[in-house]
C-alpha cells in the first residue's frame, strides 16, 4: 500500500483548488512543469504497475508525441515536392525521389493531350471557309466567357467618329451600373490584357462591287459563294493588325448596339465581327474557287489556285488556328534586315511600328549588316549542299529614295548579288534562293494574309535595293 501511494503520487501530482489557482505566482507554475516533465521519464516498471485508470495522465503527452510525429511528416512531404518541383524546373532527373500519384497521372495526361505546333504558311489553307468561320465564333464564345466570369474588359478602339465614341462610353456606363462589369478602354493594344478591338467595317468589298452592278444589286455582297458573311475592315491599321496576331475579336460598332438592345455583353458573330482586313492588292482580295471543295480529280491548275495566297478570312484563320491549339505565326523562319533611315518625316510606317509587328508575328530581327551577311553565306552553303532552306532573309525597306543611310554596306551588297545571281542563273527565281528585297507593303500585308508572301508586288525605292528585287523577280 506504501508502494502503491509513492506510485500515485510520482505520476499524478496534486493539482490545485480554484481559490488557489488565481494566487499561483509564476515562479510555483515554473516549478510545477519541471517536476510534471520529471514525472513524464517514468521506468518501465513504474508503469506497469499502474492501472489503466492511472495511465491517463500519460495519454496526454503520448498524443502531443504523436501531433509532433504528423508536423514531422507533414514538412517532410514538403520539402519533398519543393524538390520535385525545382527539379522538374531544371529539367533535372529525380533521382531518389519517387513519383507520387499526381505526377503519374499527369504524365498519362501529357502523353495523350496535343501539343501546340508551330505550323508553316501552307497549312493555311487546309480548312474550309465554313470551318474556319466556326471555329473563330467558338473561340470568341471561350474568351467572353472568360472575360464574363472576372468582370473585366479591355477594350481599344481604331478609326471611330465621335458619335460612335460617344455610344462607347455610354455602354461602358450602362454595363458597369446593370451588370457591374467594369469596362477599361485604352489607347494602345496590349496583347495580354485587350479584350475586344473596334473599327468600322467596308460594307461592300471592292472586288465585289463590280459583281453587284452586273448580276443583282439587291444581293448581299458581304456573303460569298459559301455562304460566310465576310465583313472587310474598312482600315488597316496598327491596332487591327496586332488584334488579328493576337486572335483578340475585332468586331463593328454593330456589336455596341446589339450589345444595348439585349442590355448584356453579346457573342459577336456574323456581320458583327470583322473577318478580312484591306490590301492595296485586289489579287489578294479575291474569293479563291477551290478553297471549299476537297476533291481528289481536281486538276493541278485549279490546286495551284487554291494554294495561291488570300487575305479574305485571315482574321478568322488566326482565330482557328488557335481554337485548334495549333499556334500560328507567319514570320516565324524570316530574318529581317531594316534597310533605310525609318526616319519620322518618311511617309512609310514608324520604325518602332515595323519592329512591333515583325516581333509579334514571330521574325527575329538582324540590327547590323555582318549579322545579314553571315547568314546569307550560311544560306549559300546549304543551297550548295542542296539542303531544305530553313531560313528567309528579308530586306524590308522604308520609302526613302537615296542610298543615303540604307545600311546596304558593300560586303553585304556583294554577298547578296553572289547568291540571288548564281540561283538565278541555275534557273530558280530569286525568292527561292531564301532572299527577298522588299519595301515596307510587303510586311502589313503577310500580317494580313498569314503567309510569307513572294517579292514580286513589292518593288522598293532605294536605288540599291531595287538593283536586288529586279535581279531577283527575273523569270
Not at 37 to 49: F, G, H, R, Y
Not at 75 to 92: F, H, I, M, N, Y
Not at 178 to 193: A, L, M, W
Not at 386 to 411: A, P, Y
Request: charged residues 30%; contains cysteine; proline residues 5%.
Amino acid at each position: 500500500v506504501k508502494k502503491r501511494k509513492s506510485i500515485e503520487a510520482l505520476s499524478s501530482p496534486p493539482l490545485p483548488k480554484c481559490d488557489d489557482a488565481a494566487s499561483m505566482s509564476s515562479g510555483s507554475s515554473k516549478r510545477r512543469k519541471s517536476r510534471n516533465k520529471e514525472n513524464d521519464v517514468t521506468c518501465p516498471d513504474v508503469i506497469a504497475l499502474l492501472s489503466v485508470e492511472d495511465t491517463t495522465g500519460l495519454s496526454f503527452h503520448k498524443k502531443k508525441d504523436s501531433k509532433k510525429k504528423k508536423k514531422k511528416n507533414v514538412k517532410q512531404d514538403v520539402v519533398v515536392q519543393t524538390e520535385r518541383k525545382s527539379a522538374k524546373k531544371r529539367g533535372l532527373s529525380k533521382k531518389g525521389i519517387p513519383p507520387t500519384e499526381e505526377e503519374e497521372d499527369e504524365k498519362v495526361v501529357t502523353t495523350t493531350s496535343p501539343k501546340k505546333q508551330k505550323m508553316n504558311s501552307s497549312s493555311m489553307t487546309t480548312t474550309t471557309d465554313v470551318e474556319k468561320v466556326q471555329n473563330a465564333d467558338a473561340w470568341y464564345a471561350q474568351l467572353f466567357e472568360n472575360n464574363n466570369k472576372n468582370k473585366k474588359w479591355c477594350m481599344v478602339t481604331s478609326s471611330l467618329v465621335d458619335y460612335e465614341k460617344e455610344m462607347i462610353r455610354h455602354f461602358c456606363l450602362e454595363m458597369k451600373r446593370s451588370h457591374g462589369v467594369s469596362i477599361r478602354e485604352t489607347k494602345d493594344f496590349q496583347p495580354n490584357k485587350t479584350s475586344i478591338c473596334i473599327t468600322p467595317p467596308l460594307f461592300v468589298p471592292p472586288f465585289q462591287q463590280q459583281k453587284q452592278q452586273k448580276e443583282s444589286p439587291n444581293k448581299d455582297t458581304n456573303k460569298d459563294t459559301t455562304g460566310v458573311i465576310d465583313t472587310v475592315s474598312k482600315h488597316r491599321t496598327m491596332k487591327a493588325m496586332r488584334a488579328s496576331l493576337a486572335c483578340v475579336p475585332i468586331v463593328t460598332i454593330n456589336w455596341i448596339t446589339s450589345c444595348l438592345e439585349e442590355k448584356k455583353i453579346v457573342v459577336p458573330k456574323g456581320d458583327l465581327c470583322i473577318r478580312t482586313l484591306p490590301t492595296k492588292l485586289d489579287h489578294l482580295l479575291k474569293e479563291q474557287p477551290n478553297n471549299n471543295n476537297k476533291d481528289d480529280d481536281d486538276d493541278d491548275d485549279d490546286t495551284k489556285m487554291s494554294c495561291a495566297p488570300t487575305a479574305r478570312l485571315g482574321v478568322s484563320n488566326y482565330a482557328s488556328l488557335r481554337y485548334t491549339q495549333q499556334e500560328y505565326l507567319p514570320l516565324v523562319n524570316a530574318s529581317v534586315f531594316l534597310s533605310g533611315p525609318w526616319s519620322k518625316q518618311s511617309k512609310g510606317p514608324k520604325k518602332s511600328d515595323a519592329l512591333t509587328l515583325l516581333k509579334e508575328a514571330g521574325a527575329s530581327v538582324l540590327t547590323s549588316a555582318g549579322m545579314t551577311s553571315k547568314l546569307v553565306k550560311e544560306l549559300q552553303k546549304q543551297k550548295q549542299k542542296k539542303d531544305s532552306l530553313q531560313r528567309t532573309v528579308v530586306i524590308l525597306c522604308d520609302e526613302s529614295t537615296t542610298d543615303d543611310g540604307c545600311g546596304i554596306t558593300g560586303g553585304l551588297l556583294k554577298d547578296l548579288k553572289a547568291v540571288i545571281g548564281s540561283n538565278v542563273a541555275s534557273g530558280g527565281g530569286g525568292g527561292s534562293c531564301g532572299i527577298l528585297v522588299v519595301n515596307f507593303n510587303w510586311l502589313f500585308d503577310c500580317v494580313t494574309c498569314g503567309e510569307l508572301l513572294g517579292a514580286n508586288d513589292y518593288e522598293p525605292k532605294i536605288p540599291i535595293a531595287k538593283s536586288l528585287w529586279e535581279l531577283g523577280t527575273k523569270k
